[in-house]
């Protein structure tokens, strides 16, 4: 059972840059995909972006296209998303989650394709 732990939220202005984190322990994630999805407040859970296994393909929500960048670095167990040009819109708790199954090609963009979930951590961008 894999353990995720996501970091780097806070509070930024619009147009500012933050970089989350998410660590795992228990297992390697290396033969996973994952995701970063997001929820805010009153609204359903939606897909931010995704990474294959290996980091050679990734998939990004059209809100946010341009902006954020997904990265994984299987060495330390860890994927990121660097989020720039933020705007009040993306005000919301920031979830990893690892891939229901091992060495997928399809990057899903169902809450339902994810099977392991962290905390979140909250992101609050101020206009």
């Known amino acids: 059972q894999v353990q995720l732990v996501e970091s780097g939220g806070g509070l930024v202005q ?3 840059s933050l970089r989350l984190s998410c660590a795992a322990s228990g297992r390697t ?12 407040l009153g609204k359903e859970r939606e897909f931010v972006a995704a990474i294959n296994w290996n980091g ?13 960048t997904i990265s994984r670095d299987n060495a330390k ?14 005000t919301a708790v920031y979830y990893c989650a690892q891939h229901r199954f091992r060495g997928t090609i399809a990057l899903g963009r ?3 394709d994810y ?7 909250q992101v609050t961008v101020s206009s």
Not at 56 to 61: D, E, L, P, Q, V
Not at 77 to 90: G, H, I
């Open 110 to 112: 169902s809450r339902y």
């Open 29 to 40: 994630i290396s033969s996973y995909a994952m995701a970063w999805f997001r929820q805010a």
């Open 14 to 16: 619009a147009g500012g």
């Open 56 to 68: 050679g393909n990734t998939n990004y929500a059209d809100s946010v296209k341009g902006r954020f």
């Open 77 to 90: 167990n860890t994927v990121s998303l660097q989020m720039n040009t933020l705007k009040p819109e993306d």
């Open 115 to 121: 099977n392991y979930w962290g905390q979140g951590t």
